[in-house]
């Protein structure tokens, strides 16, 4: 058996000696400044085990001892499951998967932002089901024809309805995790969530170093239940958390550790992704931009402080700031796609999204689809054998031959080149022209139609969607 080597492309910005002083940093502020935390069910579960807490701030300071042993008390290889058993994840080691952007407030149609309804978030998770790229489905609108108390739950039925790929989601209630479990063991067939977890909630907490009330008693709820949680800390450089990029990882860390001791208290064992969606603040103009190349640096520095303390990742990348599909919007999603790739990031969140996280588009989402693609075939690296080195096929073949008719191109070719869709342009010019000559974002509309048109999704048993719709009638008429 002949001996096969591949080294898999990797992308480092911190050495191991930074990632421990920005991981004692946070430790240090942990300690000494402390967590404000707005939710007294947290705070009196902190004070029973130990954490120093001050009801009247409702501050929290957390022991360094306390934040490691709920650290090493963190799973560090999650599963998620798929409700057909093709598309499950397993969240581990260098792993990479790439899911849409969550809860855009707009959707780009035809060249104009406006606010999505129901059926455009249908439609969505339709088309990103058929994407062979992206790998898990998020509730990636926030829909405006239904009640707002009942939203975060009717996203997550439509999803559901729509779609048998895993699903990132999120409450934005205090009572909402509770409905959404039980939206999630319907469609497992009344199963355990906790056995068989088809979906991660995220969890948010306010920079600097703050919990609100909603967001903790969400994080208390997904531990009790051992519902993957994704722990989504968003400092700003500049604004809300320090100005130099080594500064904001330091409170990112800080922040996502306090939500980690959170969750180990309830329940140890709980399942917890280190996560986020940080990014500089742009002194010009007042935004936030999620292309801009520093916020891409973050999330990978980040990323690695989370590998280093073994525990699966996540990050928001594939954005762009842009407000339609453009140069802009293709630029700044492959440079975020492919630096998470090459670190080894486990969910990538953002194909899809542009105006920073505000809008989604269809087209851009089949575009990211291509560049997620690319991404996944790099990090496979170059297969070094005997066979793929072809000495001797070159041997053969000599000066001024062809390799297209032999039995090793055929072979390997396949194997060894990513294959896209007609939505990448790779034709001659006359062929091109002959086409039409259209132009990328022309190609991407086209497709958006077609999977449309041509794939419905697969059907829910009739007993499991007559349960999902009488739970659907009370949200939307409520």
Not at 150 to 158: E, H, K, P, Q, S
Not at 163 to 168: C, E
């Amino acid at each position: 058996m002949e001996e096969t080597t591949v080294k898999r492309p990797n992308l480092s910005l911190l050495e191991k000696e930074s990632i421990r002083e920005i991981y004692s940093a946070a430790l240090r502020i942990l300690e000494s400044v402390g967590v404000e935390i707005n939710n007294f069910e947290a705070l009196e579960l902190l004070h029973q085990n130990d954490v120093i807490v001050d009801f009247n701030k409702k501050r929290a300071k957390f022991p360094q001892d306390i934040v490691e042993k709920c650290v090493k008390s963190v799973p560090s290889e999650i599963k998620i499951y798929s409700r057909d058993g093709k598309h499950d994840l397993l969240l581990k080691d260098n792993n990479v998967h790439f899911d849409p952007g969550s809860a855009a407030i707009n959707i780009l149609d035809d060249g104009v932002i406006r606010k999505p309804v129901s059926d455009d978030l249908e439609k969505f998770v339709r088309l990103a089901h058929h994407l062979e790229y992206i790998h898990a489905q998020s509730t990636a609108l926030v829909i405006t024809d239904v009640p707002e108390r009942f939203v975060d739950r009717y996203r997550l039925y439509i999803v559901l309805k729509n779609s048998t790929k895993p699903v990132i989601t999120g409450a934005f209630t205090k009572d909402g995790v509770h409905e959404m479990k039980n939206l999630l063991e319907i469609v497992i067939d009344r199963g355990d969530i906790a056995k068989k977890p088809i979906a991660i909630f995220d969890a948010c907490p306010t920079p600097p170093l703050e919990w609100s009330e909603i967001t903790s008693q969400n994080l208390i709820d997904c531990a009790r239940y051992r519902i993957p949680v994704e722990l989504v800390s968003m400092p700003l450089a500049g604004a809300t958390s320090p100005a130099t990029l080594a500064g904001s990882i330091v409170q990112h860390t800080a922040e996502t550790l306090s939500g980690i001791v959170i969750a180990q208290l309830v329940n140890r064992g709980a399942p917890c992704i280190y996560g986020g969606s940080p990014a500089i603040f742009d002194m010009r103009q007042g935004t936030t931009p999620m292309g801009a190349i520093e916020t891409i640096m973050i999330d990978c520095a980040y990323a690695q402080i989370g590998k280093f303390l073994g525990l699966p990742t996540h990050a928001y990348l594939g954005l762009s700031d842009s407000k339609t599909v453009d140069s802009q919007s293709g630029f700044e999603s492959a440079l975020g796609i492919f630096l998470g790739a090459l670190t080894g990031i486990n969910v990538i969140s953002g194909p899809g999204m542009l105006d920073f996280e505000s809008c989604q588009s269809m087209e851009k989402l089949v575009i990211d689809n291509e560049i997620c693609g690319m991404a996944l075939r790099m990090i496979q690296g170059i297969q070094v054998s005997n066979e793929s080195l072809a000495e001797g096929l070159i041997r053969e073949i000599g000066p001024g031959g062809y390799f297209l008719n032999s039995r090793h191109t055929l072979k390997w070719f396949r194997k060894e080149q990513f294959i896209p869709s007609i939505l990448i342009d790779r034709m001659t010019t006359s062929s091109w022209q002959n086409r039409g000559s259209k132009t990328t974002l022309q190609r991407a509309k086209e497709e958006v139609k077609r999977i449309l048109a041509e794939h419905e999704p697969e059907a829910l048993s009739p007993d499991i969607e007559k349960e999902l719709e009488s739970m659907a009638e009370k949200w939307r008429f409520a």
